[in-house]
């Protein structure tokens, strides 16, 4: 079975501050792995996504996330804060069959001026 | 592509009303899924289907809610009766089956039951 933690429902940054989102996931199988972004008011919009290739993967917006097994983690950061950056990012699994996601309960992310 | 696309955003319905929330996925996509959004539980799998055929439908709450696809470009979540605890954001994603992909989200019909 597969499922993800996200800890931390609520971060604050200021503008400029590196931004670190954690995940960490189970799986019984070699995962894929993704970070989605919601703006209010809207759906969920890909932000980056691991699917056994490079263990660094760049995504949207300056977004990065690192896929360490060893770990089970997959955290997702950005060097320097915007203020548009505010949102609610989640982390997701799916283990190939079907693509059926698991999501996890999400992370609110606040930007300070 | 347009994208998924649902339909409608809002809808405000009394108690007891019966409610349909439609989906249209992208073209091509084989897999689709509704999901059910609240503040208290976060983002849950209602419903997936694969090549239209509902594959597990073990996150649907109850017996008011079901679910169809009768075809590759449409599908449909209905509740009925409803009732005030089922006011949610609802969300619809597609993602094609034969690779790993990700899900595509429409932009969610908010439901409120008064």
């Known amino acids: 079975a597969q499922s993800v933690t996200q800890l931390g429902s609520h971060v604050s940054v200021s503008e400029g501050a590196l931004v670190l989102l954690r995940c960490n996931y189970s799986s019984s199988v070699p995962p894929y792995l993704f970070w989605y972004v919601q703006y209010p008011n809207q759906g969920l919009q890909l932000l980056l996504k691991?699917?056994?290739?490079?263990?660094l993967v760049k995504g949207i917006n300056g977004f990065e996330a690192e896929f360490k097994k060893s770990e089970t983690s997959f955290h997702l950061t950005k060097p320097s804060a915007h203020m548009s950056d505010a949102a609610e990012y989640f982390c997701a699994v799916s283990d190939g069959n079907f693509n059926k996601f698991y999501f996890g309960s999400g992370t609110k992310l606040n930007v300070k001026p | 592509d347009a994208g998924v696309i649902q339909s409608p955003r809002h809808e405000v319905t009394e108690m007891g009303q019966e409610v349909t929330l439609r989906c249209k996925p992208i073209?091509?996509?084989?897999?689709l899924f509704w999901y059910r959004q609240t503040m208290m539980r976060g983002l849950e799998l209602l419903i997936y289907?694969?090549?239209?055929?509902?594959?597990?439908d073990s996150g649907m709450p109850e017996d008011r809610f079901s679910a169809k696809m009768p075809n590759a470009s449409f599908s449909t979540l209905k509740i009925q009766p409803s009732e005030p605890r089922d006011s949610a954001v609802y969300f619809c994603a597609s993602s094609p089956v034969g690779k790993v992909t990700e899900a595509f989200f429409g932009q969610g019909t908010r439901l409120t039951v008064v």
């Open positions: 691991y699917t056994s290739a490079a263990t």
């Open positions: 289907f694969n090549n239209n055929v509902p594959i597990d």
């Open positions: 073209s091509g996509h084989n897999s």
